[in-house]
């Protein structure tokens, strides 16, 4: 059983999938797509400690012997991310009991399910993978099932978003199999652990040169970096809550994950930074991403655009850790993807309990909800004050070690400018918490507090992003452990 | 030099025409299903690329070559990739690379459900909006962001942003209107 | 021990919320945990006192970077002067949102238990990182106190007050603090510093910069502005918090980089603090000068406190054994001073309904003890010999006298002159002039009829009045307190 853990993984919510299309119930489907979700968690986890005690954990499927068949391998960076994924989806997997009911239609709730189950399959499988092509396949299934599950959001706008992210996505999705392909050309193999061996042979030639650009600007596009964002502000905020919650979460720090894979495990790190200066060329968009998107952050009225765009702006954050090629800077990045999958989790889930209750995520309708629906709000603020990086909180870990890479780079202005997007986040943030707080209620009775099935799962997050800042040991040694292991190139 | 640059590699220019066709396509085009016609064209022109870098010079088609009699047929070779499996007389045939194929047939079922999807949002969207050009989406789509703006009014942004001339022609006067 | 004097608060924060039915259990367990805290704190003075350094870790939240409490003798200082503060503060509190009316009282006693758990971090702060969370955590849970009225205008100065608290904190204060990580491998306190010989050069003045800029609380101009905005507060708040645990917190931590981060030696070696005296000697002349046109009572006090913090941070910028000891002392002596000053405003306001200093004329005949208490305060605050304030101005001026700036010495004599401008007006018009209802044709209240403010405000502010009288006995020692950091530093 536990020699198949990497393939289980991937199975469990892909089988689950087509049961959920055909059961009747919503409420069965739902039950399996909790249970599903829990599974992989379970798994995750059990992952994690194996790769924690044997370093590689490496799956050949069917029993191909891996340079030629299909190799899943886990070492500890994608032992992390399916951590991050399963934890995500094993949360929101139960909110969304409750919230899909009153945002999608009856007939289509195991669709629907079966769609994230899809989603989550292929966001994993992504994850677990060590065949490039592989990616690719389970990057087309994450995001099919994403295109649809966009498109059930209440309001003809999710229709046009799920359609612009349909079109960008599939565009990034092709750049990366041009990439792949073209490495392919070069060394006959579609194997990370091979190709990593081979490439440095051919780092000179231009094929590879240009395979690079193609799987960057792929990447780049999936992860909404600056300026390849557009498609993301609209998903996020017209796609139902649950929908929201799960891809904010999980779908933009997996395809980061794609990007650390391709660019330092395959090309290595000393391509990466030395031949493409890689970290040159990141480390502006990165900038500009951080700056550009808290400032539109914060004309938004619309909240759940409003967290969509600082979600660009976070991107901007880890990809700024990344191009401090550093150690130090990769691990905010690989904590960040942790935290802020807790904190945007926590926080779009609270704006999931409002929408719940009065069906609008308009800044105007959040007047009085501090004393209307002190739970929510409170999971709001907690979430909020991470996001901005007030100490005790999981934002607070993860700008540290940005700010400490960059320090350590003497890269002043960069320190400089994280801070100060910071204070754009208390400035998004805040106005929607005064909003809440100090402004009375005009609305009609049905502002009450959300039912326990969103408030304990939103709360799950809340409080995680909360204990993970205050002992933040255990995150932070396996995020620097897996800094270590990509910037040291293949893992051993 | 140049044209044998050309005539050598012409599957790559043909592959970089179609690229650049299905782009253009894509983004100049306003209507939605062209929109995903160009997409298509887009993908294909990767589906060549993979499709003619798996052929050899000289190579026969990746089938295994019975030097006499009947053999088994064409076995697992898609699986294997391999240039490895063949026969005895694996001295003698050169084969075609048949992995790309393989790799493209999973692409094109990708395409085939992006197209789907593709048009079923189209579909839909022409349902909600009633028209599939994208000026028009916009223009509607503008409009309910600019009522969304105007009910936000009283908040501290639009008291920042009431001082700037372009943005008071949204907050003020036209917040008066909403209320009526 | 340490863990009580954050605990406790925290726990009396909860019963409050659990009391909110009763208005006098909620207050009586209000005034309790005052009293309790403050025998805590003077618990912790005793085994300071001696010698001991009790400390306690309570969290590791980033590897090699702590949640620690430690006692030191500066930190017991603050500590005694808010928890003490605070039991005076709470009984002023009770006849002040009675006889106001306010509303939302138990969220007031709540977040004003919180708040005074968030001071008791901050002295306690074993290391910078302990002291920047419980120094965040005190702008978060005043932010409430602040905007109690929430009216538009108390929504703005919440925004000014968060604004310029969070944004110096974040943009300076943490890039200090990584800052010093980066090359001192450690934040803990240390006697003699943990910077000396990791930076040099230019890099001095300017990380000491960010960190004097950083503390916002500290209200050195031009970072000053959040201060009087947070006047739109309930009077107790701007008693207790803004002239005592709030701002202190500031000056205290100020006080505490310049001994522990940087090491006095190391500053008075480096000669990076020359530029910072200028800054709080600019702060304390225009900051009085402010003062000066203010109108409103309240305000004119703020900017007062803006002037006066000023003189502590100019203490820690000389960067000497005296500097410090005045520095440390000035904390206790203004707090008291000015409290006193915070509690009669709040008087007149409950009794009278009066903000403006133009409107007090006369005032003095129907509420002598408040103005008695007021004139009191004010000498204080001013320096006149018998009373506490004088003592470490004393300190002060000695202490730029001895680092031979004489330039900074004329500012403190012309500084108090300022004050002796804004302040001895008030009482003096209080007493000597003619009530304005007898030439105005007569207000509700009449002339001479005695109008004092309730008995529970009376009691606290004749209280610390008395307290400026009576702390010249102990400010001396609250300066030998300070010696063992300051001679070891000296040493």
């Known amino acids: 059983m536990s020699d198949h853990l990497p393939v289980l993984q991937v199975l469990a919510p892909l089988l689950a999938a087509p049961v959920c299309a055909l059961l009747r119930s919503a409420r069965a489907a739902g039950a399996l797509a909790v249970l599903a979700s829990w599974a992989t968690l379970a798994v995750a986890l059990a992952l994690l400690g194996e790769v924690r005690a044997v370093g590689v954990v490496s799956y050949a499927i069917g029993d191909w012997v891996p340079p030629i068949g299909i190799e899943y391998r886990v070492d500890m960076v994608n032992a992390w991310v399916l951590v991050i994924v399963g934890t995500i989806a094993s949360v929101v997997s139960p909110y969304m009991i409750a919230s899909v009911s009153s945002e999608v239609e009856r007939r289509r709730i195991p669709l629907f399910y079966a769609a994230y189950l899809l989603c989550l399959t292929g966001l994993l499988g992504i994850a677990v993978t060590g065949d490039v092509f592989n990616v690719f396949v389970f990057l087309e299934i994450s995001s099919l099932s994403a295109y649809a599950l966009i498109a059930m959001g209440t309001g003809r706008r999710a229709l046009t978003a799920a359609f612009r992210y349909l079109v960008m996505g599939s565009v990034g999705a092709t750049f990366i199999v041009i990439g792949i392909g073209l490495l392919y050309v070069m060394t006959g193999s579609l194997n990370m652990a091979d190709l990593a061996v081979l490439l440095p042979e051919v780092w000179d030639s231009r094929t590879v040169k240009v395979a690079y650009g193609f799987l960057g600007v792929g990447c780049c596009l999936k992860l909404a970096l600056f300026p390849l964002h557009l498609w993301l502000p609209n998903a996020y905020a017209f796609a139902p809550s649950a929908v929201t919650a799960f891809l904010a979460s999980t779908a933009t720090k997996v395809a980061v994950y794609m990007l650390l894979r391709f660019f330092l495990t395959i090309f290595g790190a000393p391509f990466s930074f030395g031949t493409m200066a890689l970290d040159r060329v990141l480390l502006p968009l990165a900038l500009v991403a951080i700056a550009s998107m808290s400032m539109v952050a914060v004309l938004q009225v619309d909240v759940k655009r409003l967290l969509a765009y600082s979600s660009v702006a976070q991107i901007g954050y880890v990809v700024l850790g990344l191009s401090l090629a550093s150690v130090t800077g990769l691990t905010a990045t690989l904590l960040h993807l942790f935290n802020h999958a807790l904190m945007k989790g926590a926080l779009f889930m609270a704006m999931g309990c409002v929408v719940y209750r009065i069906g609008s995520a308009h800044i105007d309708a959040m007047a009085g909800l501090g004393r209307r629906m002190p739970w929510t709000m409170a999971a709001f603020l907690v979430g909020g004050l991470s996001l901005v990086g007030v100490p005790l909180t999981v934002g607070f870990v993860s700008k540290w070690y940005l700010i400490l890479g960059a320090i350590e780079r003497g890269w002043w202005p960069v320190a400089v400018v994280v801070l100060l997007a910071s204070l754009l986040a208390l400035v998004y943030v805040w106005r929607v918490v005064e909003t809440a707080y100090m402004r009375p209620y005009e609305g009609d009775g049905r502002a009450v507090e959300a039912p326990p099935g969103l408030l304990l799962p939103t709360w799950v997050l809340a409080a995680a992003s909360i204990y993970f800042g205050v002992f933040a040991k255990s995150t932070v040694a396996t995020a620097e452990q897996a800094a270590r292991v990509l910037m040291s190139g293949v893992g051993s | ?180 | ?491």
């Open chain 2, 1 to 180: 030099m140049i044209i044998d640059l050309f005539v050598s590699h012409y599957n790559y220019w043909v592959v970089i025409l179609l690229m650049m066709v299905g782009f253009y396509t894509l983004i100049s085009r306003g209507n939605l299903v062209k929109k995903i016609v160009g997409l298509n064209v887009f993908q294909t022109s990767v589906f060549m690329l993979y499709i003619s870098m798996g052929r050899i010079k000289g190579g026969t088609p990746p089938i295994l070559v019975e030097p006499k009699g009947t053999g088994k047929g064409h076995g697992g070779a898609d699986t294997s990739g391999g240039v490895e499996m063949m026969g005895e007389t694996a001295a003698e045939i050169l084969y075609s690379n048949p992995l790309p194929h393989v790799l493209i047939l999973t692409a094109i079922v990708v395409g085939i459900a992006v197209t789907s999807v593709g048009l079923a949002l189209a579909v839909r969207v022409k349902e909600a909006y009633g028209t599939m050009e994208e000026d028009e989406i916009n223009r509607i789509e503008e409009e309910m962001e600019e009522a969304e703006w105007r009910r936000g009014r009283g908040e501290i942004i639009h008291e920042i942003l009431g001082k700037f001339p372009a943005r008071r022609a949204l907050t003020a006067p036209s917040g008066a209107e909403a209320d009526a």
């Open chain 3, 1 to 491: 021990m340490l863990g009580l004097s954050l605990a406790l608060p925290v726990a009396g924060a909860v019963s409050i919320a659990l009391l909110r039915r009763s208005p006098n259990a909620r207050e009586a367990a209000s005034l309790l945990t005052a009293g309790a805290l403050f025998a805590i704190v003077l618990r912790i003075y005793a085994s300071v006192s001696g010698g001991g350094r009790p400390s306690l870790a309570l969290a590791e939240p980033i590897p090699g970077i702590s949640v620690t409490l430690e006692a030191e003798p500066l930190g017991v200082l603050f500590a005694l002067v808010a928890s003490f503060l605070w039991i005076v503060t709470t009984m002023y509190s009770i006849g002040y949102m009675r006889g106001n009316r306010e509303s939302n009282q138990t969220r007031y006693y709540l977040f004003f238990a919180f708040a005074i758990a968030s001071a008791m971090g901050v002295a306690f702060a074993g290391n910078l990182f302990t002291l920047f969370v419980f120094y965040e955590l005190l702008s978060l849970t005043t932010f409430p106190l602040v905007t109690h009225a929430g009216t538009a205008k108390a929504r703005r100065a919440g925004r000014v007050y968060l604004g310029i608290l969070l944004t110096t904190s974040i943009a300076f204060l943490l890039l200090a603090i990584v800052w010093t990580y980066a090359v001192a491998g450690t934040l803990d306190f240390r006697q003699g510093g943990i910077l000396a010989g990791e930076v040099a050069g230019a890099a001095v003045p300017v990380l000491l910069g960010l960190y004097v800029f950083g503390i916002g609380k500290a209200a050195v101009m031009p970072l000053h502005r959040w201060l009087p905005a947070a006047m739109v507060a309930p009077t107790p708040v701007s008693a207790l918090l803004h002239a005592v645990a709030v701002v202190k917190a500031g000056v205290f931590a100020v006080l505490k980089v310049t001994v522990y981060v940087f090491g006095i030696d190391f500053l008075a070696e480096a000669g990076a603090s020359a530029w910072l005296t200028w800054v709080a000697a600019a702060t304390i002349i225009l900051g009085s000068l402010v003062a000066l046109t203010k109108d409103n009572l309240k305000a004119r006090l703020a900017y007062s406190t803006v002037s006066q913090l000023s003189y502590v941070v100019l203490g820690a910028m000389l960067a000497s054994t005296l500097g410090v000891g005045g520095g440390g002392a000035h904390i206790v002596t203004h707090a008291f001073g000015k409290i006193t000053l915070f509690f009669c405003a709040g008087a007149i306001y409950v009794a009278a309904h009066k903000t403006e200093v133009s409107q007090m004329r006369g005032l003095g005949r129907t509420m002598p003890v408040t103005m008695a208490a007021f004139l009191i305060g004010a000498l204080s605050v001013v320096g006149v010999p018998p009373l506490a304030g004088s003592v470490s101005k004393w300190y002060l001026l000695g202490a730029t006298l001895d680092s031979g700036q004489i330039a900074l010495a004329a500012v403190l004599v012309v500084s108090t002159l300022l004050n002796v401008a804004y302040l001895l007006p008030i009482p003096i018009l209080a007493f000597l002039s003619k009530p304005e209802g007898e030439t105005a044709g007569g207000g509700p209240q009449g002339g001479t009829v005695l109008n004092e403010a309730p008995a529970w405000c009376l009691i606290a502010l004749s209280f610390v009045a008395l307290g400026c009288i009576a702390l010249i006995f102990w400010a001396d020692r609250a300066f030998q307190l300070l010696q063992p950091i300051a001679a070891a530093a000296g040493g």
